[in-house]
């Protein structure tokens, strides 16, 4: 029987990596209660853990084992695996990716995936944090290291079968559910249920009540990583790949409505400043840490001092990054 798998990429320290194996029956994307069977999935290393290669691959290797255990032991066959992460680094010579580029231009908040220069950089610096015996939960760039973890995945589960890359969030954009944080309760069982409309998954109380068995990990994971299965299950006239696949840069989505940018991400202009809205807030693209009250207000003292998404040094250079990356016209 074929199958569609899901993963919501992560890698916290001993948190089982949320991983759905979806079957097709009548059309109904129908995920297997895993959480019953005796084998589990590998668990996080954590960030620290990230700077050692040999620990990603290893993680890697674990996850492709037990999907494959899984599969053999069911005489299931992986056609296809939606990644919740980006699969590789950007291009050196991009200041966003494509993938990202075509999110902007939706309205879609994400963070920009460092260049391979970038990560040799991050990864110097997490070493000698480390080696200074400074804190973990202090590890610069904690919001980009995860994703050395969903690279040594899509490299390993694309032996398996071919990998694609989601983004849950874009999903439930084009699904149109407003976009609220994750955590938020009921809106992970909202954005399920407006997946189920067209998965056909699940349809009855009986069905809700398996979510909880589908995969490890809090309901949003779960239901991540079954809506990066669904969007994996879709034939290709019914996905859209946002960027270019050609060159390996895009995120697929479903092919739906495009979503319309929220005032939010319209052009900031003078007035605006003036205007005390939370419509104007936005997460710091680079690290994902602070709210800007009124974006872009107050970047530079941000850029220069407190953000741990830049990799320079010193303000000046701090600020130039941040300013080319972020601000300048695409
Ligand atoms: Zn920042």
């Not at 948190?15 to 297997?32: A, G, S």
């Not at 990644?83 to 966003?96: E, M, S, V």
């Not at 070493?127 to 400074?134: C, D, M, S, T």
Request: charged residues 20%.
């Amino acid at each position: 029987m074929d199958v569609y798998i899901g993963i919501d990429v992560a890698c916290a320290k001993d948190k089982y990596l949320p991983i759905v194996i979806c079957t097709k029956d009548n059309n109904r994307l129908v995920p297997l209660p895993l959480t019953k069977h005796p084998a589990s999935p590998p668990k996080g290393f954590g960030n620290a853990g990230t700077l050692q290669p040999e620990l990603n691959i290893a993680y890697a290797k674990a996850a492709r084992e037990y999907i494959e255990l899984i599969c053999h032991g069911y005489h299931l066959n992986p056609i296809r695996i939606g990644i919740d992460a980006p699969l590789k680094p950007r291009a050196n010579h991009l200041q966003r990716r494509f993938a990202e580029q075509a999110l902007d231009k939706t309205g879609i908040s994400c963070f920009t995936t460092p260049s391979e220069q970038d990560f040799l950089k991050i990864t110097a610096k997490g070493r000698a944090h480390l080696k200074a015996g400074k804190p973990v939960p202090n590890l610069p760039h904690a919001m980009q290291l995860w994703m050395l973890a969903g690279f040594a995945i899509a490299d390993e589960l694309s032996k398996l079968t071919s990998c694609i890359e989601v983004y849950p969030q874009a999903t439930a954009r084009y699904l149109g559910i407003a976009d609220k944080h994750k955590t938020t309760k009921g809106q992970a069982e909202q954005q399920l249920h407006s997946i189920s409309q067209y998965s056909g998954w699940p349809a009855s109380a009986d069905e809700w009540q398996q979510l909880s068995a589908i995969c490890y990990g809090a309901t949003h994971d779960k239901v991540d990583a079954y809506s990066a299965a669904w969007v994996a299950s879709l034939p290709e006239r019914q996905r859209v790949a946002l960027g270019k696949p050609e060159h390996d840069d895009a995120i697929w989505v479903p092919a739906l409505k495009a979503p319309q940018p929220t005032k939010e991400h319209q052009t900031f202009t003078e007035s605006d400043a003036h205007t005390e809205n939370a419509a104007y807030q936005r997460m710091c693209p680079a690290c994902g840490e602070h709210n800007f009250k009124r974006w872009p207000f107050g970047w530079d003292a941000h850029a220069a001092h407190r953000c741990t998404g830049l990799t320079g040094h010193g303000t000046e250079s701090r600020k130039a990054e941040f300013k080319k990356k972020f601000l300048s016209p695409p």
